[in-house]
């Protein structure tokens, strides 16, 4: 799925999510807390 549609999809990644996006585009940094888990287990 090469070409400009598909590109196009992962520069916005940037926009859509809480996360730093590496230059090249293939990493996404998250930072912070684990509550998602916590309430997952908690419940």
Not at 7 to 13: D, I, K, S
Not at 20 to 35: E, M, P
Request: positive net charge.
């Amino acid at each position: 799925m090469d070409g400009g549609v598909s590109e196009a999809l992962v520069r916005t990644r940037r926009f859509f999510t809480k996360g730093a996006v590496s230059a090249d585009l293939r990493t996404l940094t998250k930072t912070g807390g684990r509550q998602a888990d916590d309430f997952y287990r908690d419940r």
